[in-house]
């Protein structure tokens, strides 16, 4: 079985573009997560979605960043415009519900802002 | 509020010792589960194993044990005979109720070398 898909796998942009991460969970999992990890901050959850509805959204760090997930096996993560502080690796894991709900989580987008 | 806290920043071991990364929680919830991830130098984090908070019994899987102690809040992990294909970063996790959130630790980063 496929695992989580992100893409792409590096974006480079410069400040002030818009950049968008793409994210396919495992089929059959009904909830899907983004986090983002940094040095200075580590791994941190920024949204999560159950049945495509976002359940929590604490943790996205301004309104520059907006998630969506239109159906059951796609998600994106948009930051406009971004800043040099985005630069991270962001990324999505999913899970089952009635399985343990250990999250497989995807390789990741290791995003750079110049 | 949920805590998880891997003291240990960095461990360095020759090939073939024993080692045991500590991980110590806290959370008010009592239900809960916790998680030990491994992140290897490509950067993808790998589930290793899940642990639920009425579920006090020690795991073993090959070289690799989990020691889960309620009494202390802590969670700890042990490789056996460790090898240099054990290079990685390993973060402890928890999350409380069903599907939610993982607070990750800080991780800490084992070095096996020949």
């Known amino acids: 079985d496929a695992g989580v898909i992100q893409s792409p796998r590096h974006e480079v942009t410069e400040m002030g573009q818009e950049v968008t991460l793409r994210c396919k969970p495992i089929?059959?999992?009904?909830?899907l997560f983004w986090y983002r990890q940094t040095m200075m901050r580590g791994l941190e959850l920024l949204i999560y979605?159950?049945?495509?509805?976002?359940?929590?959204d604490s943790g996205m760090p301004e309104d520059r960043f907006s998630a969506k997930m239109p159906n059951a096996s796609f998600s994106t993560l948009k930051i406009q415009p971004s800043e040099p502080r985005d630069s991270a690796v962001y990324f999505c894991?999913?899970?089952?519900?009635?399985?343990?709900?250990?999250?497989?989580f995807g390789p990741g987008t290791r995003l750079t802002v110049t | 509020a949920q805590k998880v806290t891997q003291a240990q920043t960095e461990i360095s071991v020759v090939e073939k010792e024993d080692v045991t990364l500590d991980c110590v929680y806290e959370?008010?919830?009592?239900?809960?589960?916790l998680f030990w991830y491994k992140q290897p130098p490509s950067g993808e984090l790998v589930f290793l194993i899940r642990?639920?908070?009425?579920?006090?019994q020690n795991e073993i899987s090959g070289r690799y044990s989990w020691n889960f102690q309620k009494s202390t809040s802590s969670f700890n992990f042990t490789i056996t005979a460790s090898q240099v294909v054990d290079s990685a970063v390993y973060f402890c996790?928890?999350?409380?109720?069903?599907?939610?959130?993982?607070?990750f630790g800080t991780g800490t980063r084992l070095q096996v070398t020949l």
């Open positions: 894991a999913s899970t089952a519900s009635g399985k343990g709900y250990e999250q497989y």
């Open positions: 089929s059959g999992h009904d909830y």
């Open positions: 979605f159950n049945n495509n509805v976002p359940i929590d």
């Open positions: 959370t008010r919830d009592t239900t809960y589960y």
């Open positions: 642990r639920n908070s009425f579920d006090e």
């Open positions: 996790a928890l999350s409380t109720g069903t599907a939610s959130k993982l607070t």
